[in-house]
């Protein structure tokens, strides 16, 4: 008969893993309810002297149970959530379009509009706003002799555009190149670039919004239109309890509307919490992670999705379902092995990987792989 200081404990309150396990919200609950149930079998058990249980796999006190078979291999800890497919732009903020043209609008974008360098987002009185990439907006007109960095940004624009080669001033060959985006646009030739012509973003823009009108006054300065890139994300609002377990690079398998999985990498990770809930409490950090195939989602916007993060992986684990875990009185957790002519006995082991998602966990400890063990029936 087992000694009562190796019986598990039949309270439900059970102390958490040790070192090594990655607590999760689900897991834990999960366990909890488990362990109440299991550590009652296991104690009946052992309070028989490891007789045989009844069949049908029941013990005496009337829970019924199962065996199942430690294994061994590979072992991969997933996070799962809930997530958005959208168009964003990197660290989730938007692009404000800032109009600097004087005049009236008289042509405007339609949300979901794509642009992309040299081409016209808008006009006022007419004359065309185009798009040129870069950090340093349009804060001067410009003309040849001129120097600086929105100089060296409108040539690399212009190089880009097949406009003009390498020049660190505005030369000759600028307002030659800018003549002949003019002449493109057709516009008259100035080979002068004017404050309110261009609109500076990072790169390629999707309209999200519009707040200006067509026919009202452009007021120089003011706010028009907010823009993403025109790329798409999954946005995961993650705990910030669990910001420890996620890490950038971290492979991530997405679940399409259509139930479709398609596999993504987690690109970046926020860094300002926000609260959810009227209560002001559940933290959470934005997690943006960039599809490997983007085509698989096809015109998906704002769709809900589901997540799976890879968050740690071993080559060889001993493996055993988490619904097998027995919490120990004196602290620890256990599990039952089932030995030769069917005696049970406890053997205490240490915690390791947990996969959420197969419901199993890697330990360590007086368990070897092909043993079998005591499961609480589905």
Known sequence: MMSSAALPSRESGAAAPGPGHRPRRRLVGLVTVVLGVVAVVAWAV????????????????????????????????????????EYTTAGGSGYSVVNQAPGT?????????????????????????????????????LHEGDTGPDVRELNANLVALGYATSSDYFSYETAYALERLQYKLGEQQTGSLTEGQ??????????????????????????IMQASSTSREVVVELDA?????????????????D???????????GTVASSSGSSGSGAT????????????????DQAPVTVEITTAAVKHAVIVPIDALLALSGGGYAVE?????????????????FDDADGTV???GRVQAGERIVVPNA
């Open 259 to 269: 139930g479709q999985a398609t596999p993504g990498t987690v690109s970046g990770i």
């Open 362 to 364: 890697q330990v360590t």
């Open 285 to 300: 950090l934005p997690v943006y992670i960039t599809l490997k195939h983007p085509k698989a989602a096809g015109t998906l």
């Open 105 to 141: 609008f008289s042509k405007l974008p339609s949300p979901g509009e794509a642009f992309s360098r040299g081409q016209v987002v808008y006009r006022v009185s007419d004359d065309p706003v185009i798009l040129l990439y870069g950090s340093t907006p349009v804060y001067r007109s």
């Open 198 to 223: 261009a609109v500076v973003l990072p790169g390629q823009i999707r309209i999200s919004t519009v707040s200006a009108t067509l026919g009202t006054n452009a007021a120089p300065g003011s706010p």
């Open 241 to 257: 309890a669990e910001q420890t377990e996620v890490t950038v690079g971290e492979r991530v398998q997405i679940t399409l509307p």
């Open 337 to 353: 092995i089932v030995g030769a002519q069917r005696v049970h006995h406890l053997a205490a082991v240490t915690l390791g990987t």
């Open 46 to 85: 052992g309070a028989c002297g490891g007789h045989h249980p009844r069949s049908g796999g029941v013990s005496d006190n009337g829970y019924p149970t199962s065996v199942a078979t430690v294994t061994e291999g590979p072992l991969v800890a997933q996070l799962s959530a809930s997530g958005t497919l």
